[in-house]
DNA sequence: TACACAATGTTATATTATAACAATTAACAC
DNA sequence: GTGTTAATTGTTATAATATAACATTGTGTA
């Protein structure tokens, strides 16, 4: 079988849902509003969420056991991750910066480890929590 | 009050245990292992852990729900974190890499946001492994 | 058709982490 | 020392996150 081109339907479901909160997302929650949508338990969920995730559809922010939708519709899908989160209001912005990630890709360790992905993740205070 | 300079009991105890075991380790391992010292609740556990993490004794594999010690003494305690973790043998080493550390921390995003902390993830095969 | 594999449904359980409240201890000012 | 404050501890219960196990159904391909 070639490698799957559509999504199957509980999939979409929680992919649709991801991307129209359009911010970071627990796992119960998706849960709990995709209910009339069929989705009743949380294997469906993370069924779903571990297919995204590898595809690259979504992103785990892992500091916050969130997901998110992918922005970079061309990033090095689920490969090369990074993030800034807010400490006070909890925005989480998926950065992209080709200097950034060509030369977190091209990091060699002390050790010799041969890395194929990497996520990083930056907190801070938004702009908006600067002037609080 | 000073800045605390001596752990207390809880927290002596919890450090001790991590920087002995010497790899990421989870908190009901922890707790589990720590039962004759007198730490019997998740809690104790938390909160020993809560702390350590805040004052850089240790840090959180947050991939991985683990805990580690803290190898570089002179680190930027707890503010600048990066990994390498091998996806097949779940080694974890702490990068100290001064070029890497500064080249994040100058970072600058393009919403313009503050950071104050980063960590970084690097996943991928260790020497070992990669042989196999 | 038969086969392989992906996806689903379902129940139960495992793992990780925090809430709430009372009691104790340590540090400091006076 | 006395009073005051904050940190730490003890304890029970519960919340939040995630997976095991197994039966069933769907989908593409030979
Ligand atoms: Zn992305
Ligand atoms: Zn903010
Ligand atoms: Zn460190
Ligand atoms: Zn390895």
Chains 1, 2 share one sequence.
Do not use: W
Request: glycine share 4%.
């Amino acid at each position: 079988m070639l490698k799957q081109e559509t999504l199957s339907k509980n999939q979409q479901i929680v992919l649709d849902y991801i991307e129209k909160v359009n911010e970071p997302i627990k796992a119960y929650s998706i849960l709990h509003n995709l209910q009339k949508k069929g989705i009743k338990a949380p294997l469906q969920v993370y069924r779903a969420l571990d297919k995204l995730v590898k595809i690259g559809k979504i992103h785990k922010i892992e500091s916050r056991n969130a997901f998110v939708a992918c922005k970079n519709s061309n990033c090095q899908i689920s490969k090369a991750t990074a993030f800034s989160i807010c400490e006070s209001c909890e925005e989480v912005s998926e950065i992209s910066d080709s200097k950034l990630s060509k030369y977190l890709k091209n990091f060699q360790d002390k050790a010799g480890m041969k890395f194929n992905k990497y996520n990083l993740e930056f907190f801070g205070l938004c702009k908006k929590c600067s002037v609080k």
